[in-house]
RNA sequence: GCCCGGGUGGUGAAAUUGGUAGACACAACGGACUUAAAAUCCGUCGGCUUGAAAAGGCCGUACCGGUUCAAUUCCGGUCCCGGGCACCA
């Protein structure tokens, strides 16, 4: 709206002092008045559904869910001005192993602890000042919730893609319980202190792996997610190509006629096999401990029992075999080879068996170096064939021809030594390079890069996939193997064996088998009162939740006491949050309205899991006709981790009682280093651990409500903005606080100042001065208004485009110091201050809404900013004529020119080398060469 | 062990597409104001070095090497730190 003439007012006194309390408060409650953050799926604005990663109740807010929830209000708000219809929704994922460890420390019901926690973490939550629609809010643990989750299951029980089988579980054998990986320290339970070991139970499954090629080729469709999670999931779905391949049994050693599968993504190191590796659970261990006399075999297989179930121990573990003493035979040359036990193969992957490589393959190396097994060396890279090359021409040049068919490399050494031994007088020439030859071969490490077959009969010569296809053509002819792939992903299990999480809907009959709970008798609602002990499942014991009658025939059957993986709430709230309500389905025709989620934001803790399992469950829901689209989240931020150090102490059984940092004292050496701590309590001395992220398990994350009853929500909300980039990690410091405070301050009273001079239009190009003929702008004001509006430009692209909120705030920290240095008191510089105050109240409204509200109040009076745009740059204020540009002399930094904007390469060349500077560089000498990068630099190479 | 990140002043960091290393802050130090303190304001602030000063020079982005007129940025290797590894969430 052009306005004609200037306004100057007085009104009622601002407040000379920020004072956050009060300001935040009133904020608040206009917020809430307005039902401003309501999202409506009516509105003629592009919707833009805003998600940050909802927390679990643990207690209390950590500074990770500051920085994830303030990133999320951050770029809620932006879009909000910049024209979105903005849905920013908040809930709990609520079922949890914590609730149950609190139960047993404290002897309360994990629903009362769970919903203490909720009531409390919702009011820090909304003390933050955080733009959400609060009428969506959903709680995992609710049967409103989970029933929906259970009627899922039925269907999905009944399309077979959840069937059930058995998997490996951490027993621990005191307590008589299942643990969870977390629970495992050291190998031994975490309470009982006694070694764990697996055992096998049934549970259900997710048919993930049905969906694994539509997980890995949908990332190609996701542009908005980055890079780095793109790459993390799809080596986690891990498809590969390679090749299934039959070892016969040997009849005499292994009793039966039969092969050995195993699956290999190089079949082109076949020929170098010398022995093939077998589980401790593969059926052919069994069989060869069943036929050994000796105990020794069924000793190995028990001891492989013991430790847990976790990948990286399995790992780390030392690596252990024994023989069987039977043979398989190798497919090409049909030589015996033996067959082990060993403790590094996976039942779990591919088929439990493998052939072992040892002068290609790591682990082999490692393993056949530890039980002197026999290495073969089958590939050689390009630098040894060289080196053999150069060995040839160096013998011819000797005078000798060497014999390459069919040499073993390691054979070799011996026989380039003879030939030397038997030449009268080899050159040093000759000597040195059979030596460094010879180095070559003797690798520490096995090869395990790609190369040219060699000592591999007809195969030899060949390289990578020629050997591959040749080699299996030929076994598949023989019916020994075939070209296949596989997916390093396993099906999903989602039985745990715990109390509190979402009961499986599953009846057990002795004549119908497992029965899926009717539509009907939906939900099956988990017992509330209940504190768990510790020792199995409660719910085992609850004869009143277990006995019911089968649905299906009506006689007594046993419901399954088993409950849900928590994955599996937060792999579907995000749609719920689009139809909370709603009492007919999971969702309604409203998430056709709001999904995808346009931004999702969390922790790059979760890169892999659980944003996996909600890309499948979408695709699971969507062939329910539930929801359209393949993939639930559009953009994804992945927030850096806030961590903090951990504090320690040991029981005498070993174990960790952990401190917060709060109840610490740390000393530092002088270069500021940690070098010891104290508890605060006693004053004796605690263990520094590890620096991890914030986490209840560690108690070592931090309490924002003690900066937030300090300096208030924008100053917490500032500070986190300001301490980093979102997506890098943060070690927490709260040095840096009271500087963020400091500039709110000074925000303010800048602000104040003006205000008591009295308030007046904005400057807006070229209207004071038709207002006030013959005024114009200083060349001061023109400048304040260039950075003003360089400024606007910059904070647009950093909190929308870069999502970089730190350099977006100190852009306004730069421009507050140039409005401080500008002292004009002219009617039409007052103009120009005015513009400048009003920007920066805009531009910080996405990150102190509380300061901006009631700073636009005092510019603006009786206009909410509520309802105001994003300031757009002015292309006129940016217009400059003369830039300035850097010269360099061998590219150092000498010196700088400010030149016209439109200065052409050979002007901006005869003005560098006239340079000052350059010519005392130069010193007479001519330039070898000139570089002008037009707009930027000049750089002479001398 | 495997997969993915990160490493820049005393500290948090900036440098957006290979083009001025250290913006903006914190801390520290010096000064102004004050009876004093707090608050506020002004100044100094990577290392070494030449110079009385003005003003210069060299080195410097974990470490080693490479590509380039030019590297914090790209490539190869090493070390350290963080995240994930399927039952913490």
């Given at each position: 709206m052009p306005h004609s003439k200037i306004q100057t007012s007085t009104r009622k006194i601002m407040q000379p002092n920020y004072q956050p309390a009060s300001i935040e408060q009133q904020a608040q409650r206009h917020w809430e008045d307005r039902q401003a953050?309501?999202?409506?799926?009516?509105?003629d604005k592009p919707k833009y559904y805003c998600l940050s990663?909802?927390?679990?109740?643990?207690?209390k807010l950590h500074m990770g869910h500051v920085r994830n929830y303030t990133i999320g209000d951050v770029l809620s708000r932006y879009h909000r001005m910049k024209g979105f219809n903005v849905m920013q929704p908040m809930g709990w994922d609520a079922f949890g192993l914590p609730a149950e460890n609190a139960a047993l420390a404290n002897n309360v019901p994990p629903a009362a602890w769970t919903y203490a926690n909720i009531d409390y973490m919702r009011k820090q939550l909304k003390s933050l000042g955080?733009?959400?629609?609060?009428?969506?809010e959903v709680t995992t643990c609710t049967p409103e919730y989970y029933r929906w989750e259970q009627w899922l299951f039925t269907r999905l029980f009944k399309k077979g893609i959840i069937y059930k089988k058995t998997a490996s579980v951490n027993w621990d054998p005191i307590d008589q319980t299942v643990l969870a990986n977390e629970q495992v320290i050291d190998g031994c339970g975490?309470?009982?202190g006694a070694p764990v070991e697996k055992r096998d139970i049934p549970m259900y499954f997710f048919r993930i792996t049905q969906y694994a090629d539509e997980l890995l080729q949908g990332l190609?469709?996701?542009?908005?997610?980055p890079e780095q999670v793109k790459t993390m999931q799809a080596n986690w779905i891990g498809k590969s190509h390679g090749c299934d391949i039959h070892f016969p049994y040997d009849m005499e050693t292994v009793g039966s006629g039969g092969m050995l599968k195993v699956y290999t993504?190089?079949?082109?190191t076949l020929m170098g096999a010398t022995y093939v590796a077998v589980a401790a659970e593969h059926p052919l261990a069994a069989r060869a401990a069943a036929i050994s006399e000796k105990s020794e075999l069924r000793d190995f297989i028990a001891e492989c029992?013991?430790?847990?179930?976790a990948e990286a121990d399995m790992a780390t573990m030392e690596k252990k075999g024994i023989n069987t003493g039977m043979f398989v035979g190798?497919?090409?040359?049909?030589e015996k080879l033996p067959v082990w036990i060993a403790n590094?193969?996976?039942?779990?992957?591919?088929?439990?068996?493998v052939m072992a490589v040892p002068a290609h393959d790591e682990r082999d190396y490692e393993f056949a170096a530890k039980y002197d097994l026999p290495v073969k060396h089958v590939i050689a890279s390009t630098e040894l064939l060289d080196k053999w090359k150069k060995l040839e021409a160096q013998f011819g040049a000797d005078g000798h021809e060497l014999?390459?068919?069919?040499?073993d490399l390691m054979g070799m050494i011996a026989y380039l030594g003879k030939v030397l031994m038997d030449m009268p007088a080899p050159s040093e020439a000759l000597i040195n390079l059979v030596q460094e030859f010879a180095g070559q071969l003797q690798?520490?490490?096995?090869?395990?890069g790609q190369g040219t077959l060699v000592c591999?009969?007809?195969?030899?010569?060949?390289?990578f996939q020629e050997a591959f296809d040749a080699i299996s053509a030929d076994l598949q002819a023989r019916g020994l193997g075939r070209k296949s792939g596989k997916f390093r992903l396993r099906d999903w299990g989602i039985s745990?064996?715990?109390?509190?999480g979402c009961p499986i809907p599953i009846i057990h009959c002795f004549t119908c088998g497992d029965v899926p709970v009717p539509d009907e008798q939906l939900?099956?609602?988990?017992?509330?009162?209940v504190v768990p002990?510790?020792?199995?499942?409660?719910l085992a014991k609850m004869q009143d939740f277990y006995m019911t009658p089968c649905p299906?025939?009506?006689k007594a059957a046993k419901r399954e006491t088993d409950t849900m993986d928590t994955f599996v709430e937060s792999s579907w709230y995000y749609a719920r949050y689009?139809?909370?309500?709603?009492?007919?389905?999971?969702?309604?025709?409203r998430a056709k309205h709001w999904l995808p989620v346009d931004q999702y934001i969390g922790g790059?803790?979760?890169?892999i899991l659980h944003l996996l399992y909600a890309r499948f469950f979408h695709k699971l829901m969507r062939d329910e006709g539930l929801?359209?689209?393949?993939?639930?989240?559009?953009n994804l931020l992945t927030q850096g981790m806030v961590v903090a150090p951990t504090f320690y102490r040991e029981d005498a059984h070993d174990r960790k009682q952990w401190f917060n940092p709060s109840e610490v004292d740390v000393k530092t050496d002088e270069r500021g280093r940690p070098v010891g701590a104290t508890l605060k309590a006693d004053g004796l001395p605690v263990f520094i651990g590890s620096t991890e992220k914030m986490a209840k398990s560690k108690n070592n994350g931090v309490d924002p409500q003690a900066i937030i009853d300090e300096f208030g929500a924008d100053t917490a909300r500032l500070f986190m903005m300001f301490a980093?980039?979102?997506?890098q990690s943060l070690e927490w410091s709260d040095a840096g606080v009271e500087g963020a405070f400091r500039f709110l301050k000074r925000v303010w009273k800048a602000a104040h100042d003006h205000v008591e001079q009295g308030i007046v239009t904005a400057y807006r190009s070229g209207e004071p001065e038709n207002v006030w003929p013959g005024t114009r702008l200083s060349a001061a004001a023109k400048a304040l208004r260039l950075q003003l509006h360089q400024t606007i430009a910059k904070v647009d692209d950093d909190l929308?485009?870069?999502?970089?909120f730190n350099t977006a705030i100190a852009a306004n920290m730069e421009l507050l110091n140039a409005l401080a240095k500008f002292d004009e008191q002219t009617p039409i510089a007052r103009t120009v201050a005015q513009e400048v105050l009003e920007a920066i109240a805009l531009m910080l409204n996405p990150i102190v809404p509380h300061l901006s509200h009631a700073l636009w109040a005092e510019l603006?009076?009786?206009?909410?900013?509520?309802?105001q745009p994003f300031p757009n740059a002015d292309p006129s204020a940016l217009a400059q004529d003369e830039i300035e540009i850097v010269i360099q002399v061998n590219g150092k930094l000498r010196g700088n020119l400010t030149v016209?904007?439109?200065?052409d390469k050979a002007t901006l060349e005869q003005l560098a080398l006239a340079h000052p500077a350059v010519e005392k560089q130069l010193a007479g000498a001519v330039p070898k060469n000139i570089v002008v990068v037009p707009g930027r630099l000049v750089n002479i190479v001398v």
């Open positions: 953050f309501r999202a409506a799926e009516q509105s990663m909802f927390p679990y109740p643990s207690g955080l733009g959400i629609d609060w009428s969506r975490w309470r009982s190609d469709t996701l542009p908005g997610w993504t190089r079949p082109d029992k013991h430790g847990g179930t190798h497919p090409v040359t049909g590094y193969v996976l039942m779990s992957y591919g088929e439990g068996a014999d390459r068919e069919d040499l690798l520490e490490s096995p090869y395990t591999s009969g007809k195969y030899g010569g060949m390289e745990r064996q715990r109390y509190w939900p099956v609602k988990l017992p509330e009162n002990d510790g020792a199995g499942s409660p299906q025939c009506g689009a139809s909370p309500d709603c009492t007919t389905g999971m969702v309604d025709e790059i803790e979760h890169a929801v359209q689209g393949d993939e639930p989240f559009k980093a980039p979102p997506e929308g485009r870069r999502k970089t603006r009076p009786g206009s909410d900013v509520l309802d016209a904007k439109t200065a």
